[in-house]
């Protein structure tokens, strides 16, 4: 059986872990990715981990991320300076505890493929915010909050051609999944999926409430 000090030990890895994949966590994803229990508690337990952590106040809520002390404490090599794209990697967030943490789950990777176009084959590359397999089906997830719709139509075009090649590997359509702002963003995303045939999945804030 662990002692104290070992139980402590392994979820602080386990919370150093979490935030070299997910690379900045609010107190609240933190808190029920590793069960912290009452906000006071999970503040208590994070601020115990400041030697290992960068935390910062952003929007009224405390934000998490690797410092030097803790990459070395697991072993990664992945430096993080703050973005101002953290809220982009909040909402990612949201996703990865929507869909129940996926084992898969790989952020901003890019993908290198061939599409037919007429009698020849065209290479072109897209970076999703993240891919990842639910129920055995392959998944790419697209935060919009400031993107315009003209990008959007542009990125479910590139989706539609790489398609074909999910479709050939996996045995399966893939679905492509938005995470946006407002109901009427969803309807304009939900429609240009729909007239190019996509698959998709279109949430807002208010459906993780």
């Not at 020849?120 to 919009?144: C, G, M, N, Q, R």
């Not at 590997?169 to 190019?196: A, G, M, W």
């Amino acid at each position: 059986m662990l002692s104290s000090i070992e139980k402590k030990k392994s979820r602080q890895e386990k919370i150093l872990l979490s935030l070299d994949k997910l690379i900045f966590a609010s107190r609240e994803h933190l808190q029920v990715l590793h069960g912290l229990g009452t906000d006071r508690n999970a503040l208590k337990v994070l601020n115990r981990m400041k030697d290992f952590l960068h935390i910062k106040m952003h929007n009224g809520k405390y934000v998490y991320y690797l410092n030097t002390t803790g990459r070395d404490m697991i072993g990664s090599d992945k430096e993080v300076k703050w973005s101002l794209a953290v809220d982009h990697h909040l909402l990612r967030n949201d996703m990865y505890l929507y869909f129940n943490r996926p084992q898969d789950w790989r952020i901003e990777q890019k993908i290198t493929f061939k599409y037919q176009s007429g009698l020849t084959y065209k290479e072109t590359s897209i970076i999703p915010d993240a891919t990842f397999i639910h129920h055995k089906v392959f998944h790419f997830l697209e935060v919009d909050r400031t993107q315009s719709m003209a990008e959007n139509k542009k990125k479910i075009k590139q989706y539609e051609l790489l398609a074909p090649a999910i479709e050939k590997q996996y045995k399966h359509k893939p679905v492509l999944v938005f995470y946006t702002t407002t109901e009427s963003r969803r309807e304009i995303l939900s429609k240009y999926c729909s007239d190019v045939g996509m698959l998709c999945m279109v949430f807002t804030k208010e459906d993780l409430r």
